[in-house]
């Protein structure tokens, strides 16, 4: 995948759990853990601004674009 979540990351610096984090979002465990997982396919506009709320932080310390190792440029 060529996007990268770094949910992981942001929650470490924070030193918030994963259950913390889903009760100020407002989004299930489940979902939660599917986009700490790259498993997602998309992700609301309105979700990210609340992970970057609850975070304290930008789109891009969430979201990050890593090129693909077979890819052209």
């Known amino acids: 995948m060529a996007i990268r979540i770094n949910i992981d990351v942001m929650l470490a610096k924070r030193k918030m759990s994963v259950t913390e984090l889903s009760n100020q979002v407002g ?29 304290e932080c930008q789109p891009g310390d969430i979201l990050e674009y890593e090129a693909d190792e077979g890819a052209e440029e």
């Open 27 to 55: 989004i299930t465990m489940a979902n939660l853990s599917i986009l700490k997982n790259g498993k997602a396919k998309a992700i609301r506009f309105s979700t990210l601004e609340a992970l970057c709320r609850a975070l």
